[in-house]
């Protein structure tokens, strides 16, 4: 199970630059991927990231709490249905 980013999350940008393997990203455009986001299938879990954020954002997928639950699926959306990694170099 990857780490996600919630809903709680406000583009301060920490996160990506404590995670080892860059699967961190900022949703763009902004309007429609408001967040940051994680890449499930590259995210190593290794929890680093966890610290990094200030607004406790980022939880383990089978901790998310019950309010933020519906936030999961941004993460995979992100990547396998929206721009991914192709909207970092716009
Ligand atoms: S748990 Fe580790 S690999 Fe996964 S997003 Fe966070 S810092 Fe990156
Ligand atoms: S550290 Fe937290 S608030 Fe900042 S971009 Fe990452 S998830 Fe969002």
Redesign the pocket.
């Given at each position: 199970m990857p780490y996600v980013?919630t809903g709680?999350?406000?583009?301060?940008?920490?996160?990506?630059l404590a995670c080892p393997v860059a699967c961190?990203v900022?949703g763009n455009p902004v309007e429609q991927w408001p967040?940051?986001y994680i890449d499930p299938d590259a995210c190593i879990d290794c929890g680093l990231?966890v610290p990094?954020?200030?607004?406790n954002?980022?939880w383990p997928e089978e901790n998310v709490p019950d309010f933020l639950r519906a936030d999961i699926q941004g993460n995979y959306d992100y990547f396998a249905k929206g721009p991914g990694y192709a909207a970092q170099t716009l």
């Open positions: 980013i709680l999350c406000n583009r301060h940008g920490g996160c990506a961190i900022p967040y940051y990231c990094a954020c200030p607004y954002a980022i």
